[in-house]
């Protein structure tokens, strides 16, 4: 009985989905590259406060989480959205929101920037800072090179009103143009064999930190598979975290990598491509 037992639990379909497991890193750490960003600009039209918030995309649920997270919980409900006929605002997930919190929403022509004055002055503000924002950036000291991006660029700091206020009396020397190439060859040099230093072992430190868990399980062409349930899930316990419906393995993306191709098993459907921890 003890034999048939174990057997059940490891061949049922509902136990596969919902067992818990703990969280095992079986891929190894890779570099992503981030394809769009979008900026969520709210302002109030009396008194004229802005919120920028930054979003990965411009979908119905991050749209409705932005609206959670920043105006709502930090000072409250609004009584009215004045929005465009975006698709994220006449999803139902925005509606369900307003209508929860008491938000009456009006809709204005689409692509009519004069019906949105506060927020259209808003992003021409943003933009106008934008370049101040980038100086700064630019003349902070990072954590990876350890240097100013605008030291590792030009090979020398910039000029700065912090170095008047420190009273910073500057080195006045002179140089030939002949000297002068060559002494910001030699600096630049130097910083660009600096900066690759520090970031290779920054590089190696963070991926020995997170590959020293990983439990490499690399998947072959053919095999089955069970994917995880990114959508919303039933609460408790037993709710299944992975989808039920199995996937074949067509092909790694690439080689070494591990992200995989999967082909829905005995049913029509586009292929998927998903890492291995999510497998």
């Known amino acids: 009985m003890s034999q048939d037992m174990k057997l059940w639990t490891k061949t049922c379909l509902q136990c596969m989905c919902a067992k818990a497991r703990p969280e095992v890193r079986i891929a190894s750490l890779w570099g992503i590259q981030v394809t769009s960003i979008s900026i969520f600009v709210m302002a109030d039209l009396f008194s004229k406060y802005a919120l920028a918030v930054p979003t990965k995309d411009q979908s119905a649920n991050t749209t409705a989480r932005a609206l959670y997270s920043s105006p709502i919980q930090t000072s409250g409900s609004p009584e009215c959205i004045l929005t465009d006929q ?44 934008f370049p101040a924002l980038i100086q700064v950036n630019n003349n902070t000291t990072r954590s990876t090179t350890r240097m100013t991006p605008q030291y590792v660029v030009f090979g020398r700091h910039a000029r700065l009103p912090v170095d008047w206020v420190a009273v910073l009396s ?39 930190h997170y590959n020293r868990r990983v439990k490499r399980a690399p998947l072959l062409p053919g095999e089955r598979v069970l994917v995880r349930n990114f959508r919303k899930r039933a609460k408790g316990k037993l709710a299944p975290r992975l989808t039920p419906e199995p996937f074949v393995v067509v092909t790694p993306l690439r080689e070494d990598n591990p992200v995989y191709v999967l082909w829905p098993e005995g049913r029509e459907g586009p292929t998927r491509t998903v890492n291995r921890n999510k497998l």
Not at 97 to 119: K, N
């Open 170 to 208: 500057p080195t006045l020397e002179s140089y030939t143009l002949q000297d002068w190439v060559k002494l910001n060859h030699k600096v630049l040099s130097h910083t660009y064999q600096a900066v690759k230093n520090h970031y290779q072992r920054g590089q190696e430190q963070d991926q020995t």
């Open 86 to 129: 975006g698709a994220a605002f006449e999803s139902a997930v925005v509606r369900e929101l307003c209508q929860l919190y008491g938000c009456q929403t009006i809709h204005m022509t689409a692509y009519h920037p004069q019906g949105h004055g506060a927020c259209e002055r808003f992003n021409q503000t943003l933009l106008r800072l």
